[in-house]
């Protein structure tokens, strides 16, 4: 189904910004606007370490070559695992990395760590991120930029159909 532009009805578009958001964590994860939110909300909540480690993880699973590996490996290790670590995540003792592993990196060498981490803000921080305000005014200042745009496409249409 169609407007009487040729786009799709609106029932049809696919799902974007804080729609989008409000259906998963992934989906949210996987906006950069989304995460920039997020991590705003979680400074407030002194839980941005957790969508850190987890963002450094994806990237760390594209790394290339043994020697880059473990750079970044050993960055990770230092800012979010080490027991001096300046942006410690909180994790199960028993499911901590020892330095040793650090000399052998693997692309999903923290995989258990990123899974505990995005189950730990996905049912805590997550849900209280969809009822914050920083979630609600964006989620309101899209929906005021949308009904403009309607309205403009609407004056255009009636224009259209006067003019002719």
Known sequence: INDG??????????????SKWATSLENLLEDPEGV??????????????NVLFWLACE????????????????????????SKASSQVNVEGQSRLSETILE????????KLQDQIFNLMKYDSYSRFLKSD????????????????EAQTAAKRASRIYNT
């Open 5 to 18: 532009e040729g786009h799709p009805s609106s029932s049809h578009q696919p799902l974007k910004g804080t």
């Open 36 to 49: 920039k939110r997020f991590r705003e909300f979680l400074k407030k909540e002194f839980s941005e370490e």
């Open 59 to 82: 990237e760390f699973k594209k790394t290339q070559g043994k020697k880059q590996m473990q750079e970044k490996a050993k960055e990770i290790y230092m800012t979010f695992l080490s």
């Open 104 to 111: 052998t990196p693997h692309p999903l060498m923290f995989q």
């Open 134 to 149: 920083i979630f609600l005014n964006h989620k309101k200042s899209e929906e005021q930029e949308e009904n403009s745009q």
